[in-house]
């Protein structure tokens, strides 16, 4: 396909570049829409550390609740999928296009098994009574009310960013299919994999705050 053209004053050529090439607005507006996600969450840790202050006793009392095997276990495969994730991308820009695929085949595989285990983990809560707006929750003091009901917003917002990242990693699967991935063409592929570490390091800081307090 024959680059188009453009011509300047002066009658000199210069190629047209297709805002899908445009890497550095693309890697900006991305990095801008991180940066918002980031203000999100940290408004969300700020809150869990105002009450923690106020209420260290409770929280640490209803983070032994938690299941920290199953907030472990979820830890590492969140940990294994980042790195399959950065791998495929650079299988993508050496060409290896089936390894790529299949790399993130298998990064939206773990994040399924990710929520898997999360459902499980509510289950166990829920099945306590432990929920919002429940009557056992209400009964419990004010330290723990605030402990379970960040626990279920901050660990289900985090579980809406994991089920955004199975289906970009599905588009991304679409796209290298139909050729609008490619080995010099990945800034598609290079955002995607920069937001799942986002969602990655998230984790990271909600595991330690929900489930190794209690320990």
Do not use: C
Not at 62 to 71: I, R
């Amino acid at each position: 396909m024959q680059q188009e053209m453009a011509y300047d004053a002066q009658g000199q050529p210069h190629p047209v570049v297709d805002f899908h090439d445009d890497y550095g607005g693309a890697k900006l507006g991305f990095w801008v829409f991180l940066m918002t996600e980031a203000m999100m969450f940290g408004t969300l840790f700020l809150l869990f550390a105002i009450y923690f202050y106020r209420h260290t006793e409770s929280y640490v009392a209803s983070s032994g609740h938690l299941d920290v095997w199953l907030g472990g276990t979820n830890t590492v495969i969140l940990l294994v999928s980042t790195y399959t994730m950065g791998l495929s991308t650079m299988m993508l820009r050496r060409g290896r296009v089936r390894a790529a695929v299949l790399l993130v085949g298998a990064t939206a595989l773990m994040a399924l098994i990710f929520l898997g285990i999360k459902a499980v983990e509510w289950n166990m809560e829920i099945s306590r009574g432990i929920y919002p707006g429940s009557g056992v929750l209400d009964a419990l003091d004010r330290g723990e009310i605030l402990f379970f009901g960040l626990y279920f917003v901050m660990t289900g917002l985090h579980g809406l960013h994991v089920i955004a990242g199975v289906a970009l990693m599905s588009w991304v699967l679409l796209l290298i299919r139909s050729g609008g991935i490619r080995p010099e063409h990945t800034i598609v592929m290079k955002n995607v994999t920069l937001y799942w570490d986002f969602v990655h390091l998230v984790w990271i800081i909600l595991f330690p705050l929900f489930y190794m307090i209690g320990v």
